[in-house]
Nanobody, 115 residues
Framework: QVQLVESGGGLVQTGGSLRLSCVAS????????MGWHRQAPGKQRELVAG???????IYADSVKGRFTVSRDYTKNTVFLQMNRLKPEDTAVYYC?????????WGQGTQVTVSS
């Protein structure tokens, strides 16, 4: 079993910053990628950012230039630095870990950006 625990969410004003962290624990033999998705009320879950074991990154167009994903695989941890936050970034942010064809998910952390 793999467990993912997110932290760092909260309430911030427009233009502010937050840094999310996610620590993976359990039976982890290898990690192909880790990253973040988000889900706003009434919307589908969407990819925000991801990083592979080769340090390749991918970002949603809506966050490019504002968010940065990074990782410390020695600690099975992935981070999401979010700058210049906007009200439309308000959502529950979910950490995920990919191993082969299997996705593992955290419970999510709420990010609320006030206007």
């Amino acid at each position: 079993q793999v467990q993912l625990v997110e932290s760092g969410g909260g309430l911030v004003q427009t233009g502010g910053s937050l840094r999310l962290s996610c620590v993976a624990s359990g039976t982890i033999f290898s990690i192909d990628a880790m990253g973040w998705h988000r889900q706003a009320p009434g919307k589908q879950r969407e990819l925000v950012a991801g990083i592979t074991k080769l340090n390749r990154t991918i970002y949603a167009d809506s966050v490019k230039g504002r968010f940065t994903v990074s990782r410390d695989y020695t600690k099975n941890t992935v981070f999401l630095q979010m700058n210049r936050l906007k009200p439309e970034d308000t959502a529950v942010y979910y950490c995920n870990l990919v191993r082969g064809s299997v996705y593992y998910w955290g419970q999510g952390t709420q990010v609320t950006v006030s206007s």
